[in-house]
């Protein structure tokens, strides 16, 4: 990227080529003509003044009164090199060589399982003699785990180790107030049977996420700008805790953009730090913002992501903040604005030195339904260079998944149209083909360049409105070979209304291994017994719970999906019934891996190992007494 913030003004945005479902010209998006350019402060007094300015200038607007609510509030926390050559598999992420912090991770024989505040370090293969080597139990909530050689790296929920000040003065207490955060701490796991905490570090504020790549870690949190005591208020320069020692970030440091802020909620604060080697110092960098909710991350580009504008009225943007990484070098380098709100990371993606972004405008509400959805490219310097605009208007998009010159939508509102979109030419993005079929994509994952795989929900549409009612849960495979023409050559229904999976929502839940033609993923099921209605059911009944664990999909393009099996940890599936509408357990398997020719599933209680050709159970570990 080059060092230039600004966003492409409005009339060079508007020259692009007329598509016959992309907005014309006399429809076209008013776009926002502000100037993003980042800049830094003089001086503390100045970041107070402006943080200051900018809520007093907000105070007759309705984000005032959210922002009140939101600063006023306290989020309270409860207490509470090993492979050998092994075949293993690895967490699902969307970037390869960029790791996601998840609960579980494997390095080969060793598996390293977090629930709630508890952290179990287990020796699991030969599965035969599975034993836990070591128990750790932490104040906060483990919010994510990494493991690098004989490194590992948690994010655990906490509370400020920064003191109260009293100031007699003016007979108040100086914040903080035990405000949120999380700890980072690296521990030496040589010894799996003995972990050692070798650094820690404590960043105020909500954390918002995090990668590795290599041996650095890149974390984000949101720190709020100004804590409350009562009718006291005090603006807060951005620090963190490191062994002992609070870090003030001066407010020369802190990097802005006045015409991107409507209100400063929170400071963005990125750190880079070194897993490998304690004496490299730890890099920060600050953006005064509002909330940060999503990130995308290449091996050498960070893009943050933040809501902006008015929802209510249909004027939402996502602005978007370029920083390139590089070890400890963390560099702003661009900052621009696109129409509209992201659904997650997969809306997101780089490629050949642009960035691409699918967004939704509008709302989706019967009776005022003003939605349509959009695809843009940006340059290095995140100016919009290629647009689509006005897709499936009415709808919003459920799914996004970019692979190389492609992109792949699914929009829904009561069928689910796939788009299949054309990158190739990144100033002139096209339409290629779509298939509308019952049902819908949360989650869209490549199987191979030809072949995508889609899970989420079947449908049916209602008589009574213009909507549908979600049914069971749908895996669909997809042949993208002909872009003109898409087809769905397999679909897999699982249960009835009420069914459920964490892949819906969460990508690291998924194991898939194209080499073994292996899919598995955790699922909740639900099923309606005809015979306790006297009427015809409705699409609108919900189904009572008979499983819960993991289904093993065989999966390939030229047959299709085949179940092998279920796997549970629960043993009595009547206690299943009795739960209504929700469902909790301690052995509500979350997460599942394989070492070799053995298939591992994870509960908060249970390990257990299966035999992958044929499921037959090996043992089973008990997690806690």
Known sequence: MKLIYKILPALVILVVLVFSNIITAETRTNYPEDDFQIKTFMSEQELENFILLKIKEAESNDQYWRFMETARSKESVQPLSASDGLEYSTTNIQVEGVDEADIIKIDGKYAYISSENKLHILKVYPAEKMEILSSTILDGRIQGLFVNDDRLIIFESSVSPIKPIYDSSRQEIIPPMDPQGVNLKIYDISKREAPFLLKELFLEGYYMNSRMIGEWIY????????????????????????DDRIVKLPATEVHYSSESVDIPESYSIITA?????????????????????????????????????????????????????????????????????????????????FFRIATTNGRVMRGRETSSNNVYVLNENL???????????????????????????????????????????????????????????????????DHVIGIGKETIEAEEGDFAWYQGLKISLFDVSNVKNPREVDKLIIGDRGTDSPALRDHHSILFDRDRNLLVIPILEAEIFEEKYREDVSPSTHGDFVFQGVYVIYIDPNIGFATKGRITHLNNFEELLKTGYYFNSEYEIKRSFYIENVLYTVSDQMIKSNNLTNLSKISELRLTN
């Not at 091996?299 to 920083?323: A, F, R, V």
């Not at 702003?332 to 997969?346: D, M, T, W």
């Not at 692979?403 to 699914?410: E, S, T």
């Open 219 to 242: 974390a984000v949190v949101n720190q709020p700008v100004i804590y409350w005591i009562e009718d006291y208020q005090e603006v807060i320069l951005p620090r963190i805790y490191v």
């Open 383 to 449: 100016e919009i260079v290629g647009l689509l605009e006005n897709l499936a208007p009415g709808e919003q998009i459920y799914s996004a998944r970019f692979m190389g010159d492609r992109c792949y939508l699914v929009t829904f509102k009561k069928v689910d149209p796939l788009f299949t979109i054309d990158l190739s030419f990144p100033e002139n993005p096209k339409i290629l083909g779509k298939l509308k079929i019952p049902g819908y994509s949360d989650y869209l994952h490549p199987y191979d360049e």
């Open 273 to 353: 730090v070194n897993i490998q080697f304690e004496d490299v110092e730890t890099e920060y960098k600050v953006l005064l913002t509002g909330y940060a909710t999503n990130m995308y991350v290449s091996q050498k580009n960070m893009y943050i992501t933040m809501p902006h504008g008015d929802w209510w009225h249909d004027k939402e943007t996502t602005i978007i903040h370029g920083i390139a990484i590089q070890g400890s070098d963390i560099a702003f380098e661009a900052s621009g604005v696109v129409p509209g709100r992201i659904l997650n990371q997969f809306s997101m993606d780089e490629h050949k030195g």
